[in-house]
């Protein structure tokens, strides 16, 4: 996939500063519990897992606590990846690979969408919704939240709705789920979509 700059892109420069200041505001701490009950119900411990743009990745934690056998995590921090590779030094299942999500290759059964989409710039949703597709096996699912709410300061985060996620992603999936989370953290109550995509 070529290779394009935006104007406001968010490098690896970007986060990598934001990890070494402290500055990650979009870690809650502990695995997400909308995922966290979907993989409950996720019967194929064998499955190949891509989790993109996993800070801290407790959604790995979880899936390797719980028998998952196949994860692989990609960030474009060095910083975190180095902290990820040191979490998960005596986890042979969980792959770490320092790089940028849209150049990444592979093939997936399920990708784990958690606070990575609304931290890319918008110019580059309708190409995030391709390269996602392009990584998931046939009948594969991108599976997690979305915001469902505009935010009035810059972001990131980058907010958005039902109607203008359905633009981008109906091309690639069938949209099996996108609904109000039920079970988001207290303070992201009200404003997130859970989503589960199906590859067309």
């Not at 996720?42 to 196949?70: D, R, S, V, W």
């Not at 392009?134 to 699912?141: I, M």
């Not at 039902?162 to 039920?182: G, L, N, R």
């Amino acid at each position: 996939m070529e290779n394009k700059k935006f104007e406001n892109e968010l490098d690896a420069a970007f986060w990598n500063q934001r990890w070494a200041s402290g500055q990650t505001g979009w870690d809650i701490g502990y695995a997400s519990p909308p995922i966290t009950n979907f993989m409950e119900q996720y019967k194929n411990k064998n499955a190949a897992i891509l989790i993109p743009g996993c800070g801290n990745a407790y959604e790995a934690g979880y899936l390797a606590t719980n028998g998952f056998t196949n994860i692989t995590l990609v960030d474009i921090s060095s910083e975190a990846v180095e902290r990820l590779k040191n979490k998960f030094i005596n986890q042979p299942q969980v792959k770490i690979f320092c790089g940028d999500f849209f150049q990444h290759q592979g093939k997936y059964d399920l990708i784990i969408e958690q606070t990575f989409f609304c931290a890319q710039v918008i110019e580059r949703r309708n190409e995030y919704a391709q390269q996602m597709a392009a990584l998931l096996n046939e009948g594969g699912q991108l599976t997690g939240v979305l915001f469902g709410v505009n935010f009035e300061n810059p972001g990131p985060p980058f907010g958005g709705d039902k109607e203008e996620y359905q633009k981008i992603f109906e091309p690639y999936f069938q949209i099996k789920k996108m609904e109000d989370c039920y079970n988001s953290i207290p303070p992201r109550a009200g404003n997130e979509l859970f989503i589960n995509f199906i590859k067309k």
